[in-house]
């Protein structure tokens, strides 16, 4: 029998044990889901529908979903050893990722059907890929990050090459692989190279020890090596070459989930060691993040002037949004990280649900390539060409749509910083994008549609109409009414910089 001190310890762990576990539920609960989904895929006989696991990944998002917002109620605070935090900013990046993997596994219900016998394993691997994104939003520990990072990046990586029949998919994939180990690579010795500087890969003691010493040279050269990373993983210039292979070998309902869920996570995280682990070093990062924005701007923009192929219009595309939301960065405000964080989601409406058209039109088969494939949509199908209309329309930034308020409190917040040429050159890189944009959008309402295409593309599912509906819905919302998105955004960047002192503000 326990003593009284006994019981007494035994159930403050189980408290603290309980609160812990609170504020990692959501991952709890997709990872419960995907290891379910793994345990109940061998059960089934070859060769039959898979789509009873889709739903059950979409029940276990969900679920993570509703665990989120519980944890709106939950005071901002730190569990597992101080590993990990939940705090307003984590919880806005948790509902991003969450809502972009329900988009995505419902747009994937019926693009596998009849194709591929190891659908089971896809649902499972985005439920564990989400798993690792959301970890690295609320991870303020570097090795619990590079943990996230790799769960995240392991799963990409096999579902960019899902197609195994398709040469271009299995090319996608290794290409993104190695690739992507290089990156991780250098993050990984940023990491080391920060703990031989300051003796810690807490994010709060890294700024700690900064601010209190001078600036060893070994802290600039981790810094260096931690941006490389995660460029890398947002496909920032130059750091951004991978992407338009991939983007075009990959699957795409798995390029619209890889355009913008993990990019959201790595923002998230490149927003918390920029602004809460080197605050002492903004004139550095200041100054790299700017370069970057604008480079990643131009060639994204530039080189999507020049590309036929839908998807790889759209990765280059995804390359210069990259620079805009790293305009943000260069704020150096709390109205900067409200607008990149704001940016992120009105991104990532926009661009999953232009991916949801081009994966129905295309079917498993791709066989929409070309700007020329979508030519008449509009007359085969009137309802799918209005929403990849709207969904242009908002990568373009037109008003009333989500597109058009995430640039308008990104250059916002840039000019109330003073970074006018930034500004500018963003500007002007909207204006080329819209060239493209609106060639894609003349091929779908001017000219005229091919009979091949008319029998080859069928009636678009139940589950994928429910997809475009909420990325249409969520993108009109976010353009109509943003107040509310924008204040979680708002208390988010409160809450990242409740701890944090930014020089020179």
Same mark, same amino acid.
């Given at each position: 029998?326990?003593?009284?001190?006994?019981?007494?310890?035994?159930?403050?762990?189980?408290?603290?044990?309980?609160?812990?576990?609170?504020?990692?539920?959501?991952?709890?609960?997709?990872?419960?889901?995907?290891?379910?989904?793994?345990?109940?895929d061998?059960?089934?006989?070859?060769?039959?529908?898979?789509?009873?696991?889709?739903w059950?990944?979409?029940?276990?998002?969900?679920?993570?979903?509703?665990?989120?917002?519980?944890?709106?109620?939950l005071?901002?605070?730190?569990?597992?050893?101080?590993?990990v935090?939940?705090d307003?900013f984590?919880?806005?990046?948790?509902?991003?990722?969450?809502?972009?993997v329900?988009?995505?596994?419902?747009?994937?219900?019926?693009y596998?059907?009849?194709?591929?016998?190891?659908?089971?394993?896809y649902?499972?691997?985005?439920?564990?890929?989400a798993v690792?994104?959301?970890?690295?939003?609320?991870?303020?520990?570097?090795?619990?990050?590079?943990?996230?990072?790799?769960?995240?990046?392991?799963?990409?990586?096999?579902?960019?090459?899902?197609?195994?029949?398709?040469?271009s998919?299995?090319?996608?994939?290794l290409?993104?692989?190695?690739?992507?180990s290089?990156?991780?690579?250098?993050f990984l010795?940023?990491?080391?190279?920060?703990?031989?500087?300051?003796g810690?890969?807490?994010?709060?003691?890294?700024?700690a020890?900064?601010?209190?010493?001078?600036?060893?040279?070994?802290a600039?050269?981790?810094?260096a090596?931690?941006?490389i990373?995660?460029?890398?993983?947002?496909?920032?210039?130059?750091?951004?070459?991978w992407?338009?292979?991939?983007?075009?070998?990959?699957?795409?309902p798995?390029?619209?989930l890889?355009?913008?869920?993990?990019?959201?996570?790595?923002?998230?995280?490149?927003?918390?060691?920029t602004?809460?682990?080197?605050?002492a070093?903004?004139?550095?990062?200041?100054?790299?993040?700017w370069?970057?924005?604008?480079?990643?701007m131009t060639?994204?923009?530039?080189?999507?002037?020049?590309q036929?192929?839908?998807k790889?219009?759209l990765?280059?595309?995804?390359?210069?949004?990259?620079?805009?939301?790293?305009?943000?960065?260069?704020?150096?405000?709390?109205?900067?990280?409200?607008?990149?964080?704001?940016?992120?989601?009105?991104?990532?409406?926009?661009?999953v649900?232009?991916?949801?058209?081009?994966?129905?039109?295309?079917?498993?088969?791709?066989?929409?390539?070309?700007?020329?494939?979508?030519?008449? +949509?509009?007359? #085969?199908?009137?309802? *799918? !060409?209005?929403a990849? /209309?709207?969904? =242009? @329309? %908002?990568?373009?930034g $037109?008003?009333?749509?989500?597109?058009?308020?995430?640039?308008?409190?990104v250059?916002?917040?840039?000019?109330?910083?003073?970074?006018v040429?930034?500004?500018?050159?963003?500007?002007?890189n909207?204006?080329?994008?819209?060239?493209?944009y609106?060639?894609?959008?003349s091929?779908?309402?001017?000219?005229?549609?091919?009979?091949?295409?008319?029998?080859?593309?069928?009636?678009?599912?139940?589950?994928?109409?429910?997809?475009?509906?909420?990325?249409?819905?969520?993108?009109?919302?976010?353009?109509? +009414?943003?107040? #509310?998105?924008?204040? *979680? !955004?708002?208390?988010? /960047?409160?809450? =990242? @910089? %409740?701890?944090?002192? $930014?020089?020179?503000?």
């Amino acid at each position: 029998m326990l003593s009284p001190n006994g019981m007494h310890l035994l159930s403050e762990t189980v408290l603290n044990l309980n609160g812990s576990m609170m504020r990692l539920l959501p991952e709890y609960i997709l990872t419960v889901a995907g290891i379910l989904i793994m345990l109940i895929d061998p059960l089934l006989p070859a060769g039959s529908n898979r789509k009873g696991l889709g739903w059950l990944a979409v029940l276990g998002t969900l679920a993570a979903l509703a665990a989120t917002w519980c944890q709106i109620g939950l005071p901002a605070g730190q569990a597992f050893y101080g590993t990990v935090q939940t705090d307003h900013f984590s919880i806005f990046f948790h509902f991003v990722i969450g809502g972009i993997v329900l988009l995505t596994l419902l747009t994937s219900l019926e693009y596998f059907e009849g194709h591929a016998t190891h659908a089971g394993e896809y649902f499972a691997l985005v439920l564990f890929g989400a798993v690792g994104m959301m970890l690295m939003t609320c991870s303020v520990e570097l090795l619990m990050v590079f943990i996230g990072l790799e769960i995240s990046s392991i799963s990409t990586y096999i579902m960019a090459g899902f197609r195994k029949s398709q040469a271009s998919s299995s090319e996608a994939a290794l290409k993104y692989f190695l690739l992507g180990s290089f990156a991780t690579g250098f993050f990984l010795y940023g990491v080391a190279l920060i703990f031989g500087a300051t003796g810690t890969t807490s994010i709060a003691a890294i700024a700690a020890a900064l601010s209190t010493t001078s600036t060893p040279l070994l802290a600039y050269t981790a810094l260096a090596m931690i941006l490389i990373g995660l460029g890398f993983k947002v496909s920032a210039a130059p750091f951004h070459v991978w992407t338009p292979d991939v983007y075009q070998g990959a699957p795409a309902p798995v390029v619209g989930l890889m355009s913008t869920a993990p990019k959201a996570a790595a923002f998230a995280v490149l927003l918390r060691i920029t602004y809460g682990a080197f605050p002492a070093m903004e004139h550095r990062w200041f100054v790299v993040l700017w370069i970057m924005a604008a480079v990643s701007m131009t060639i994204g923009n530039l080189g999507a002037l020049l590309q036929k192929d839908a998807k790889r219009m759209l990765a280059y595309s995804s390359i210069a949004h990259a620079g805009y939301l790293l305009v943000a960065f260069t704020a150096l405000s709390g109205d900067g990280i409200a607008a990149a964080a704001f940016y992120t989601a009105a991104y990532a409406a926009m661009n999953v649900g232009a991916f949801a058209v081009i994966s129905h039109v295309g079917g498993y088969e791709e066989k929409a390539r070309n700007l020329e494939d979508f030519s008449g +949509l509009s007359q #085969r199908s009137p309802i *799918l !060409a209005a929403a990849l /209309a709207f969904f =242009l @329309l %908002s990568l373009i930034g $037109i008003p009333f749509t989500g597109g058009f308020f995430g640039k308008f409190y990104v250059f916002s917040a840039a000019l109330h910083s003073g970074l006018v040429w930034l500004t500018i050159i963003g500007l002007l890189n909207s204006g080329v994008a819209a060239y493209y944009y609106l060639r894609f959008l003349s091929a779908v309402y001017s000219q005229p549609g091919k009979e091949s295409q008319v029998s080859a593309m069928g009636r678009i599912s139940v589950p994928a109409g429910i997809a475009l509906v909420l990325a249409v819905a969520a993108t009109l919302v976010l353009g109509i +009414l943003p107040g #509310r998105v924008l204040g *979680l !955004a708002q208390s988010g /960047a409160s809450s =990242l @910089l %409740s701890t944090t002192v $930014i020089s020179g503000q």
